[in-house]
C-alpha cells in the first residue's frame, strides 16, 4: 500500500506525520473500488438521456407494457407466496415441538440450492400437458384432451409457482432468525403481564420480526426482478428477457441499456419500500440474556399438519426437481460427461475461483480501510462498493460491456492517432471483463463476511499490533488475516458457489466459444436437450448445497447462550 | 385454594432439577405482604431460579409454590405466568423495543380501555419520574431510565409480588446509588410485597427487610441484615457478606488458640482444625498492651473515609487486614499494638473453601 506499511524501526521512521489527514493508501483504494463497481451502473443510469432511438420506441409500443405487467404479477405472486411459507414454516420451526422438526430446520434451506432455472426447465416439462404429471392424471382418470383443467406450468402463474419455491428460504431464513434472536426475556415479561403464549408471540414476537420479515420478502423480490433463465424457460417475458433480446436479437445497446434503467427503478422501488415498511424504527435488542425458548408440543393432526406443511416447499423446492436431474443424469451420464463436460466444469470452477480470491483481497482491502479510518467517507465508499449485489446481473452485464467498449474504442482511437496501430478491443469480450462483471456483482457477499468478521476483532489487537512495530498494512497481512482466515475463506466459498450459478451475466459476457456448466446446461435445456442438460444442472446443485451446510452450520452457532438439543419446554 | 397463610408469596420444599442438575433443592421461603426479602447468593446458587419458580416460567419438579394465599404451583401442575399475577423485572429490562415507553406500561393493563388504561400507565411513569419520556422508544433511554420505565412496567398491573431479577447491576456504580434509593422510594409508595435477587451482599443489606443466603441450590440462613451479618451461620456466610481474615488454628481444650487469645470453640473435637473469621474492622490499632499484639504496618490503602492497613503479626508470617477510621492513619513500616473485638470473630470448623 504504502511506505509507512513496512515495520522499519521505529526510531528511523520516527519523524512525526500529521495525524489523521483525510486521504491516504486506504481511503484511495477504496474510493477506486467503489468508483469502478459504480461504473457499470451509472452507464446504465446515464442511458436515459440518451436520445431513443428506433428500437426504444419500438419497445414502447409492443414490450414494455407486458414487461411491467408480468413484472408487477411476478413481483405481488412471490411476495405473497414467500411472505406466507416462510413465516409459517419459521414460526413451525422455532415455536413448535413436532416429529421431524430438527430435520426441517435445515432441510427448508435445501431450494437454496437448486438454481431457478433448473427448477423452471425441470417443472416445465414435469407440468406440461405431454409431461409426466398430467399423463399420469389422464391415465388414472381416463381423460382425453380438453376434458380437465390443469394450471399451465408456462405462465406468469407457473413462474410465480418456480420462484416462489426457490426464493421462500430468504423469508424463512431471516424470519427464523428474528425469532430465534429476540431475548426470551421480551416474551417472559409479556407471560408475567398477562399475555398467554399465543398472544405473546403476536403481539411481541411478530411486530418484532417485522423488519427481518420485510427484510427477507425484498430479497426476494429482487431476486425475482433479476432472474432471467427461469421466466425465459417458462415463456413469461420480462426486463431481463427484454434486455437480452434487444440486446442480441434488435443487436440495439442504447435501448437494452434503457430497458435496464427501468428494471433498475424496480429494483430502488424493492429497496424503498424495504426502508419505509421499516418506518425509521430501530429495534434494537433490549436484552442480551437468551435463553432455549419453550416450544409447544403438536400432537396428532397438529403435528401432521405442521409436517405437511414443512415438507411442500421441500418437495417442490428441492426434492422433486432434485431427483428429476438425478433420473435424467443416470440416463445420460455415460454419453454427456465426456472431455467436453470436464472443460465445462473446469471453466465454471476456474473463473469461480478467481472471482471469489478477487471478490475476498478486494473486500479484505475494503473493510480494513474502514476500519482503520472510521467516518462518512469509508462508510459512503462500502455502499458504493455494495450496490451491484441489488442490481440484476443482465443490467451489470449491459454496463460493463458498454463502458469496456468504450473504453477499447478511445485506446484505439489514440493509438491509431499516436502510432498508426489499431488496438481492436483490448477488453471487451475477454474473461477480464466477465470477472470484473462478477466482482461488481458479488463483492457485496464478500464485503458482508470480512465486516463481520474483522468487527469481532477488539481494537486493542491493531493497538498491541502496532505498538510491537507493525504498520497498518503489516498488521493486516500478519495478524488480522490469519485471525479471520476461517471468515475469509466462508466468504470466498459463497462468492464461489454464486458465480457457478450466475447465469445471466455469463449468457451475455462470456469470450466467443468459452461456455461454463451453468451456460450449457440453459443453453441444452433451451433446445428442450432436458436430459442432456441434466448433469451440468446437478452438478451446480450439488455445489450450491455447500453454503447451505455453512448456513445451518452458522444458525447452530448464531444463539448466544443455546445449546441445541436442549428445551426447557 | 386459600390458605390462612395471607404471605405474598411462600415456597414449600421447592426443588428444581435442569438436566438432572438440581438448581433448587427443598428451599422453603416466605415473602410476607408488604416485606421486601433479598434472595443473596453467589451466581449459579439456584436463585434466579427460585425467582423463575416463583414467576411460573419454571414449573417445579417437587414443593408447592402459593402467591397471595393461592395456590400456584405443585408438582407437575402450574398456574401460567399470565395469570399469578406478578410482576417481574429482568437484569437488562428487557424493554419491549418495538413499544413507546407509555405503550410499554401499558402493556398489562389488559382489561382496561382507552383512556383509562393511558392515564394509569402516566401514574406509574409519574411515581417513578419519567412522565417526560413518555413517547419515546427504549433504545433512546439511559441504563437509569430504562430500569425506572421497567419498574413502573412490572407495577402498573398492580401485582400481588414483585421479582426483581439482579435490577442494578447493569448500571455503573454511582447511579446504582441512586437508582438504589429512588426504587426503594417506588416500593414504599407502592406498598408491594417484593423478592429481589443478587449477589452483591451490600445491595441486600441496604435493602431488604429480610436476607435469605442461599448457596448449591439451598438456603442456608435467613434473618435480618444486621443479624445475619453480626451472627452468620457458617464460613461461607461470614466470608460471603464480607471482607474477612482467615486464621487457621487447632483445637485444645474445646478451645481455639490464637494470637489474640483462646476462643470457645463449642462442638468441635479437640484436634480438629478450625477457621478464625475475623472482619477487617474487627481488628483496631490499640494503645495498651493488655490482650494486643505487635504487628508492622506493610501497607496502608486509603479509602477516602477509611483505609485498609495490611498488617504482619511478629514471630507469624500472616498478614492480616484491618480498617481503621480516617483519624489515626498509621504509615508503612510503623510498629503498632492491634486490639480484636470479639464480637465480630467468628470459629467455624475448617473449610476447604477458601472464598471471601
Known sequence: ?569 | MVDRDDAALVLEGVSHAYDGLRAVDGVDLRVGMGELVGLLGPSGCGKSTLLRLAAGLETPQEGRVRIAGREVARPGASVPPEARGVGLVFQDYALFPHLTVLDNVAFGLRDRRGTERRRMAMDMLSLVGMVGVAGRYPHALSGGEQQRVALARALAPKPALLLLDEPFSGLDIRLRDRVRDETLRVLGEAGISTLIVTHDPEEAMYMADRIAVMRAGRILQEDAPAAIYRAPADGFIARFLGDINCLHATVAGGKAPSPFGCFPAKGVADGARVDLLIRPEGLTLADGEVGTVAATVRAVHPLGHSAIVVLRLDGDGRDLRARVGAGRMPAAGERVRIGLDRAQTFVFPCTESGGG
Open chain 1, 1 to 569: 500500500m504504502t511506505t509507512t506499511d513496512a515495520p522499519g524501526p521505529a526510531m528511523a521512521a520516527g519523524a512525526p506525520r500529521p495525524a489523521r489527514s483525510g486521504l491516504n493508501g486506504w481511503v484511495v483504494a477504496g474510493a477506486i473500488v467503489a468508483a469502478l463497481v459504480s461504473i457499470p451502473i451509472a452507464v446504465v443510469a446515464g442511458s436515459v438521456f440518451a436520445p431513443a432511438g428506433e428500437v426504444w420506441r419500438h419497445l414502447v409500443d409492443t414490450v414494455l407494457g407486458l414487461y411491467v405487467r408480468n413484472s408487477l404479477i411476478l413481483m405481488l405472486g412471490v411476495g405473497a407466496t414467500t411472505l406466507i411459507i416462510g413465516v409459517v414454516t419459521a414460526w413451525l420451526v422455532t415455536l413448535c415441538r413436532f416429529p421431524g422438526r430438527a430435520l426441517f430446520e435445515w432441510a427448508l434451506l435445501l431450494p437454496f440450492a437448486v438454481p431457478a432455472y433448473v427448477v423452471a426447465f425441470t417443472y416445465g416439462w414435469m407440468f406440461e400437458y405431454a409431461g409426466p404429471v398430467q399423463g399420469a392424471l389422464r391415465a388414472f382418470f381416463g381423460w382425453g384432451h380438453g376434458d380437465y383443467w390443469f394450471p399451465a406450468i408456462r405462465s406468469p402463474g407457473g413462474a410465480v409457482f418456480v420462484l416462489s419455491m426457490v426464493f421462500y428460504p430468504y423469508v424463512y431464513l431471516l424470519a427464523r432468525t428474528a425469532f430465534l434472536e429476540q431475548s426470551v426475556c421480551v416474551i417472559e415479561v409479556a407471560r408475567t403481564l398477562g399475555r398467554g403464549p399465543w398472544r405473546a408471540f403476536a403481539e411481541v414476537a411478530l411486530p418484532l420480526a417485522r423488519p427481518a420479515i420485510a427484510g427477507g420478502v425484498a430479497l426476494a423480490l429482487m431476486e425475482t426482478l433479476s432472474n432471467f433463465g427461469a421466466v425465459k424457460q417458462l415463456a413469461v417475458p420480462t426486463f431481463t428477457t427484454g434486455i437480452f433480446r434487444t440486446w442480441f436479437g434488435l443487436g440495439d445497446a442504447t435501448a437494452a441499456a434503457q430497458l435496464s434503467a427501468v428494471l433498475m427503478l424496480f429494483v430502488l422501488a424493492v429497496i424503498l419500500a424495504e426502508r419505509f415498511s421499516r418506518g425509521g424504527r430501530r429495534f434494537d435488542h433490549t436484552s442480551r440474556r437468551y435463553r432455549a425458548l419453550p416450544r409447544f408440543r403438536l400432537r396428532g393432526a397438529k403435528a401432521a399438519a405442521a409436517v405437511i406443511v414443512c415438507a411442500t416447499p421441500i418437495v417442490f423446492g428441492f426434492l422433486l426437481p432434485g431427483a428429476q436431474l438425478v433420473a435424467w443424469t443416470l440416463d445420460t451420464a455415460a454419453t454427456v460427461i465426456d472431455a467436453r463436460f470436464v472443460t465445462l466444469a473446469l471453466n465454471s470452477v476456474g473463473l469461480a475461483a478467481m472471482a471469489a480470491l478477487i471478490a475476498v483481497a478486494v473486500a479484505l482491502v475494503l473493510a480494513y480501510g474502514a476500519r482503520l479510518r472510521r467516518g462518512p467517507m469509508m462508510a459512503a465508499i462500502l455502499r458504493f462498493a455494495s450496490l451491484g449485489y441489488a442490481i440484476p446481473g443482465s443490467v451489470i452485464a449491459v454496463g460493463v460491456l458498454l463502458a469496456f467498449a468504450w473504453t477499447d474504442n478511445r485506446v484505439d482511437d489514440f493509438f491509431r492517432a499516436q502510432f498508426g496501430v489499431s488496438t481492436g478491443l483490448l477488453l471487451s469480450g475477454t474473461l477480464v471483463a466477465l470477472l470484473f462483471a462478477y466482482v461488481v456483482r458479488f463483492l457485496a457477499v464478500s464485503l458482508n463476511g470480512v465486516e463481520a468478521s474483522l468487527a469481532k476483532i477488539t481494537p486493542a489487537i491493531d493497538g498491541a499490533a502496532r505498538t510491537l512495530g507493525l504498520g497498518p498494512g503489516a498488521a493486516l497481512i500478519r495478524v488480522h488475516a490469519p485471525i479471520i482466515a476461517g471468515s475469509l475463506f466462508t466468504a470466498g466459498l459463497l462468492v464461489f458457489v454464486d458465480v457457478m450459478k450466475e447465469l445471466p451475466a455469463t449468457l451475455i459476457m462470456r469470450p466467443f466459444n468459452f461456455n461454463t456448466l451453468a451456460v450449457r446446461a440453459f443453453e441444452l435445456a433451451s433446445d428442450e436437450q432436458l436430459a442432456a442438460a441434466a448433469p451440468a444442472a446437478l452438478a451446480i446443485v450439488a455445489v450450491g448445497i455447500v453454503p447451505v451446510v455453512l448456513l445451518t452450520l452458522a444458525i447452530a452457532r448464531s444463539r448466544p447462550g443455546h445449546r441445541p438439543g436442549r428445551g426447557l419446554g
